[in-house]
């Protein structure tokens, strides 16, 4: 038997348009593919280089749309052209990884995966490194997928929650999969933190190859054959990974991590990653992203407050901000367009999305 670390491969996945921070992101340059909080990096830099720590380079896959593969290949020239996935449409997360585990089982029927977003941040590297470590070795070695939870800090309405059960290990780091929530209610994600059993469920997992394609092909037939052609993508129903396949496996875990993380999906989330101590003991990775002490959050950005609170604000290098009487708004500039709105109303955020972009055609 070869070395885990030669069965072990990473995906991850970069084909989502970021909407949720227009105007910062946009469908043509989305987030993962921007240094959005003045790190020097990209997100989808900082996610390859996260997992080159311990994973093989030729073992790193990247999906994305295919209009975006320009792009990535820019920003990651060491990866090949083999490695990356160009996806002709969207169609959820589970086209993706079912694509992606089909190669890989091709080159390695021992292999094991774990599945990342693009455009998360992590506290604690050498926490994540051994977590996520464990989850492979725990799927090499058992049939079944692994949740990456943590402990939540906050009772956050904004994430997805999985409820453990018994503990797998007498480490008591894995346990069995009781139930998943998404998004719940003030009431309930205060219910959540309080009782214990709950974690953040961070988009990560990890599995055997071979026991998630018989997975898939079970609970969707329709995923038997995914290939990568814009007829056979297009006919496929629009599904994510967790709801289609992860909540059915008779064999799903979440294992409780130790490392700190923030899903940087929207502005309101960045505002409260900025406010919150990270769930370990460990410093934020170096940022220019700054709070005051009356909830003001400057993103790679500089501005002056008076009379106000609660304000996230992201403007183009030079550009100051100077604020006044505002409460719980974003104040964002970028491409020319200038979106001042509350932070938590992400209908009007939509709203005004479309509104541009209805613009943008009549012009």
Same mark, same amino acid.
């Given at each position: ?24 992101? !946009? ?22 280089? !996260? ?29 090949? !052209? ?8 969207? !169609? ?16 390695? *029927? ?81 219910? $959540? ?13 990890? $599995? ?82 700054? *709070? ?55 209908? *009007? ?15």
């Amino acid at each position: 038997m070869k070395p885990l670390s030669e069965h072990s491969f990473c995906l991850i996945l970069a084909g989502g348009s970021g909407s949720r921070l227009w105007p910062a992101s !946009r469908e043509n340059h989305p987030k993962q593919f921007m240094d959005f909080e003045g790190t020097g990096h990209t997100l989808i830099q900082q996610t390859y280089d !996260r997992f080159a720590r311990f994973i093989l380079p030729e073992n790193i896959y990247v999906s994305t749309l295919e209009s975006y593969v320009p792009l990535l290949q820019t920003q990651l020239p060491q990866l090949p !052209r083999e490695q990356i996935l160009s996806e002709p449409v969207r !169609r959820g997360t589970l086209a993706p990884i079912t694509w992606a585990t089909t190669l890989i089982t091709q080159r390695d *029927a021992e292999a094991c995966i774990v599945v990342t977003p693009a455009d998360q941040v992590i506290y604690g590297n050498q926490l994540f490194d051994d977590d996520i470590l464990h989850a492979l070795s725990f799927v090499a070695q058992n049939p079944g997928v692994v949740n990456m939870g943590v402990s939540p800090t906050r009772p956050e309405t904004g994430y997805g929650y999985v409820q453990m059960g018994g503990a797998l290990d007498t480490e008591q780091r894995i346990y069995h999969v009781k139930t998943f929530t998404e998004k719940p209610g003030p009431d309930f994600a205060q219910l $959540f933190m309080d009782s214990g059993e709950f974690l953040w469920n961070t988009g990560l997992f990890v $599995f055997g190859a071979h026991y998630m394609l018989h997975n898939i092909i079970k609970h969707v037939p329709e995923y038997q054959d995914v290939y990568p052609s814009m007829a056979t993508y297009a006919a496929l129903p629009n599904l994510a990974m967790e709801h289609a396949v992860l909540e059915h496996t008779g064999h799903s875990y979440v294992q409780k991590c130790r490392f700190g993380w923030a899903d940087l999906g929207t502005w309101q989330g960045i505002a409260t990653d900025a406010l919150n101590t990270p769930q370990v003991n460990t410093p934020h990775p170096p940022t220019d992203v700054k *709070a005051d002490g009356r909830g003001n959050v400057t993103v790679h950005s500089e501005a002056l407050f008076d009379n106000a609170e609660g304000n996230i604000v992201r403007l183009p290098s030079g550009h100051l901000a100077a604020i006044s009487g505002l409460k719980d708004f974003v104040v964002t500039e970028e491409g020319g367009v200038l979106m001042i709105c509350p932070k938590d109303d992400a209908a *009007a955020m939509r709203r005004l999305q479309t509104l541009a972009h209805i613009d943008e055609l009549n012009e």
